[in-house]
């Protein structure tokens, strides 16, 4: 098992920056990437962004592209999302999640934490 705690999340005004951190414990040996997923009221989990813990090869989806930055410190088993020129559109609950393999879907994450608000207003 492998267990996952998102922080950093909370009210930001358009244009601001937050970063959000994930760590992980337990069997964090068996996942090989950790990815960020947001949720909007009414709309589904969507992709944000991955890393790979080797290597750390990067994927964003193309709407944070430029704005946000995944990074990972191995030795913390953390994760982090620093996201920039915030707007109200990224406003949902950010779930960090571990896994095998980078996917931009929702299925095939192993494990997923309880999520973090962020709420950006105009």
């Known amino acids: 098992q492998v267990q996952l705690v998102e922080s950093g999340g909370g009210l930001v005004q358009a244009g601001g920056s937050l970063r959000l951190s994930c760590a992980a414990s337990?069997?964090?040996?068996?996942?090989?990437?950790m990815g960020w997923f947001r949720q909007a009221p009414g709309k589904e989990r969507e992709f944000v962004a991955a890393i790979r813990w080797t290597g750390g090869i990067t994927s964003y989806a193309d709407s944070v592209k430029g704005r946000f930055t995944i990074s990972r410190d191995n030795a913390k088993n953390t994760v982090y999302l620093q996201m920039k020129s915030l707007k109200p559109e990224d406003t949902g609950v950010y779930y960090c999640?571990?896994?095998?393999?980078?996917?931009?879907?929702?299925?095939?994450?192993?494990?997923w934490g309880p999520g973090t608000q962020v709420t950006v207003s105009s």
């Open positions: 337990g069997r964090t040996f068996s996942s090989s990437a």
């Open positions: 999640a571990a896994g095998s393999t980078v996917l931009v879907t929702t299925s095939g994450w192993n494990y």
